[in-house]
């Protein structure tokens, strides 16, 4: 089976589906953060699939959706529009809110 970068509106189920797991607070908090979903470049593994999907922003935190390995993660970034750190966690929406939620 060859790969094939998740499109916008599979993203937005996604999306969906972890907010619909949210309790309030962390609803509330995702709310706040959240941002259009938006390709970021991230050079390790992320180029074949032109970035990956950037859907919020927390301190100098990016929560992205990781389409290889198909969950969300969280990286540092210095610029907007570049993750630095590659991350390979298969998380639902609503689990990463929780662990950004914890960073400081």
Known sequence: MIWEPITSEELSL???????????ENFQFWNEIKFKP???TEHEFGDEGGGFWAV???KSFVLY????????????FEKEG?????????????????KLRKLN
Do not use: H
């Open 65 to 76: 959706y990781n389409d290889i390995e198909e969950g969300f993660n969280i990286s540092k």
């Open 38 to 40: 938006t390709k970021w």
């Open 14 to 24: 996604e999306i969906l589906k972890g907010e619909k797991e949210m309790n309030p």
């Open 82 to 98: 570049k993750i630095l750190n590659y991350g390979a966690e298969q998380d639902e929406l609503q689990f990463a809110v929780m």
């Open 56 to 58: 919020a922003k927390y």
